[in-house]
């Protein structure tokens, strides 16, 4: 079956503006989870949704970042004012409840 | 901060066994041990879990000693296909995030 997609894979935007990258979960996952991954290091937790709800925050590094998944589906990353520094890999996984995580190929953020 | 300990780099022949140790020697006993591998630019992938037993799969087996303390992924015939970063996590197996903690994990190299 179709594994976790994330749009687009590649995002090159300027500093300062507005970016929202998109994570389509495996059917039927109720959680859905997002990474971020710098060069040269392990992916590291920004946020995690159970359905509708984001029941864990607590790795989103400030207030420019948010993230909604109005319908328990389709998940959106928000970053606002973006910063060189916001520039990595984001990657998004989804799972059962309390289950394996499965990843997907990740949308590269370039912040010039 | 990661609660596993791996070693930054190996290389093995191809053909032969890949053995790749991490230590988790504060697990708690609600806490599976999982592995993942990281291609270059694609998202982590799942090879295996395990919470006590040993653990066999059409990838790859998962050893864990008897106090839970360290575990060895062995891929039994590596491949160059191999070559990847490999990223041994502790997730708890009861009510929470189930958040993943990476680690910089373990580059593989397999050599021909």
């Known amino acids: 079956g179709a594994g976790v997609s994330q749009t687009p894979s590649n995002k090159v935007t300027e500093k300062g503006k507005y970016v929202e990258l998109r994570c389509d979960p495996i059917s039927g996952h109720t959680a859905l989870y997002w990474y971020r991954q710098s060069l040269g290091q392990g992916p590291e937790f920004l946020i995690y949704?159970?359905?509708?709800?984001?029941?864990?925050d607590s790795g989103l590094p400030n207030d420019r970042f948010f993230a909604v998944r109005p319908e328990g589906s389709v998940s959106t990353l928000k970053i606002q004012r973006t910063e060189r520094g916001d520039s990595a890999v984001y990657l998004c996984?989804?799972?059962?409840?309390?289950?394996?995580?499965?990843f997907g190929p990740g949308t590269r953020l370039t912040v010039l | 901060d990661a609660k596993t300990t791996q070693p930054p780099s190996m290389d093995c022949a191809e053909g032969r066994a890949a053995n790749l140790p991490c230590n988790h020697s504060?697990?708690?006993?609600?806490?599976?041990v999982y592995w993942y591998r990281q291609i270059h630019s694609q998202g982590p992938q799942y090879i295996i879990h395990g919470l006590k037993n040993n653990e066999t799969n059409e990838m790859a087996s998962l050893i864990i000693t008897e106090d839970r303390k360290s575990s060895t992924l062995i891929l039994p015939h590596a491949t160059l296909r191999d070559t990847a970063v490999y990223y041994c996590?502790?997730?708890?197996?009861?009510?929470?995030?189930?958040?993943?903690?990476f680690g910089t994990g373990t580059r593989l190299k397999v050599l021909a």
């Open positions: 949704f159970q359905g509708t709800g984001a029941a864990d």
């Open positions: 504060t697990i708690s006993g609600n806490e599976y």
């Open positions: 996590i502790v997730r708890a197996t009861t009510s929470g995030t189930y958040k993943y903690i």
């Open positions: 996984a989804s799972s059962s409840q309390g289950t394996t995580q499965y």
